[in-house]
């Protein structure tokens, strides 16, 4: 039975090419997210409560669609909906 030595070199270079690998394999593939979410996914997204985003809908912050009874928001709606009302930090509260 023959015995084959593994070195720290040989561990450092199955390291690199692990770590490659894994990069190629988290950039090919984009996080897919549903285009379309239901009311009670929006709810939780946005941790807000139904009276909050009927308000949304209401006054025309948060668009939709509704199909058979069931609402349906588009995710880059939300995206947008987020991105708009961003506060930006200021600086000073970093030094």
Same mark, same amino acid.
Not at 16 to 44: A, C, G, H, M, Y
């Given at each position: 039975?023959?015995?084959?030595?593994?070195?720290?070199?040989?561990?450092?270079?199955?390291? *690199?090419?692990? !770590?490659?690998?894994? $990069?190629?394999?988290?950039?090919?593939? %984009?996080?897919? +997210? $549903?285009?379309?979410?239901? =009311?009670?996914?929006?709810?939780? !997204?946005?941790?807000? =409560? %139904?009276?909050?985003?009927?308000?949304?809908?209401? /006054?025309?912050? !948060? +668009?939709?669609? $509704?199909? &058979?009874?069931?609402?349906?928001?588009?995710? *880059? @709606?939300? @995206?947008?909906? !987020?991105? &708009? /009302?961003?506060?930006?930090?200021? %600086?000073?509260?970093?030094?």
């Amino acid at each position: 039975m023959a015995v084959e030595v593994i070195t720290r070199e040989d561990l450092n270079e199955f390291r *690199s090419l692990l !770590l490659n690998d894994l $990069k190629e394999i988290i950039q090919s593939k %984009p996080q897919q +997210t $549903k285009q379309w979410l239901k =009311s009670n996914e929006v709810r939780k !997204l946005l941790n807000i =409560s %139904p009276g909050t985003l009927q308000n949304l809908r209401i /006054n025309g912050t !948060l +668009t939709y669609t $509704k199909i &058979g009874g069931i609402m349906y928001y588009d995710h *880059s @709606d939300i @995206d947008k909906l !987020l991105n &708009g /009302n961003k506060v930006n930090a200021l %600086p000073t509260l970093f030094k």
